[in-house]
């Protein structure tokens, strides 16, 4: 199992920015995905979920209505849409597949002004 996060970056509060998680060495279209955050000196806390088929969708309290996770399984990865980022949205994000040990090596979004 293989994940690789990609498109983190800098910006000022109140802005997006889409991350991407590619996947290889499973079937990718048989396993739900999370993405989770680690934000510094704070322990890695879930964000959302995404079902296997992409029908079903769980958020955490704190980025519900303002990101949204998809996924393209011709593609084998997974996206996570944020929107109206705070400055605690400052995080490493980390995509994992569900019944998975391994864990790629995430992607720095830091939202400041």
């Known amino acids: 199992v293989h994940v690789a996060e990609s498109g983190g970056g800098l910006v000022q509060p109140g802005g997006s920015l889409r991350l991407s998680c590619a996947a290889s060495g499973f079937t990718f279209s048989r396993y739900y995905i999370d993405w989770y955050r680690q934000a510094p000196g704070k322990v890695r806390e879930f964000v959302a979920t995404?079902?296997?088929?992409?029908?079903?969708?769980i958020y955490a309290d704190s980025v519900k209505g303002r990101f949204t996770i998809s996924r393209d399984n011709a593609k084998n990865t997974v996206y996570l849409q944020m929107n109206s980022l705070k400055l605690e949205d400052t995080a490493v994000y980390y995509c994992?597949?569900?019944?998975?040990?391994?864990w790629g090596q995430g992607t720095q979004v830091i939202v400041s002004s």
């Open positions: 995404v079902s296997n088929d992409g029908s079903s969708t």
């Open positions: 994992k597949a569900v019944g998975a040990s391994s």
